[in-house]
Nanobody
Framework: QAQLEESGGGLVQAGGSLRLACEAS????????MGWYRQGPGKQRELVAI???????MYADSVKGRFTISRDNAKNTVYLQMNVLKPEDTALYFC?????????WGQGTQVTVSS
């Protein structure tokens, strides 16, 4: 069954860094734009960053200059390097295809940033 599996979250102090990874089934990942999304406490899910199959990237204004999305097509994996983390980055982070997310979301990985 096709799936998405996120990892790499944790508890970090403000100003710290984390690197998230998302391994996807080939049928989901291959030749698709991938995105990282997040859902903070009491908030709606939002798009954080996108990487197209060819490598072009886009970022939400709130993370621009701090986060970097990348992909390894041989491993069907997309990464999110997060630097200079802020308490407002606290959220459950998911990856999925973009613009139309695959129907079955992964469980996500929790990122908690303490002040």
């Amino acid at each position: 069954q096709a799936q998405l599996e996120e990892s790499g979250g944790g508890l970090v102090q403000a100003g710290g860094s984390l690197r998230l990874a998302c391994e996807a089934s080939r049928s989901i990942f291959s030749n698709k734009a991938m995105g990282w999304y997040r859902q903070g406490p009491g908030k709606q899910r939002e798009l954080v960053a996108i990487i197209r199959a060819g490598g072009n990237t886009m970022y939400a204004d709130s993370v621009k200059g701090r986060f970097t999305i990348s992909r390894d097509n041989a491993k069907n994996t997309v990464y999110l390097q997060m630097n200079v983390l802020k308490p407002e980055d606290t959220a459950l982070y998911f990856c999925n295809t973009y613009p139309t997310p695959y129907a079955k979301w992964g469980q996500g990985t929790q990122v908690t940033v303490s002040s």
